[in-house]
């Protein structure tokens, strides 16, 4: 999973004509650090995509852009427009996250 440190680095990156993958996170954040535990094996079996991390209090504008209130949360980006957002409360379970990527991918 790369990086995103900047805002142009995210517009860059938003504009794939495939989806992309941008978890938000911080660095505080137990919820977080519980994702991270899981979220391998999904990034392998999703490795056809590109995915991308924010830190959110890195980069505080890009959440409050996108309405991303809790973390850790999933948006699918494509062509510059959010396609798909999962939110933190439903981003506890490998499963969770599996049935939120089926049905938005």
Same mark, same amino acid.
């Given at each position: 999973m790369k990086s995103i440190h900047t805002q142009d680095?995210?517009?860059?990156v938003i504009q794939?004509?495939?989806? /992309?993958?941008v978890k938000f996170q911080a660095d505080w954040c137990p919820d977080c650090r519980r994702m991270d535990m899981f979220i391998g094996?999904?990034?392998e079996?999703?490795?056809?995509?590109?995915?991308?991390? /924010?830190?959110?209090?890195? /980069?505080p504008a890009i959440a409050e852009e996108y309405e991303v209130m809790g973390i850790p949360s999933i948006l699918i980006f494509q062509n510059g427009e959010k396609i798909g957002h999962l939110h933190s409360a439903y981003a506890k379970t490998p499963e969770e996250v599996e049935e939120f990527l089926q049905g938005h991918l």
């Open positions: 680095e995210f517009q860059n794939s004509s495939q989806p /992309v993958m094996d999904i990034l079996e999703y490795k056809n995509y590109n995915w991308y991390d /924010v830190n959110r209090d890195e /980069v």
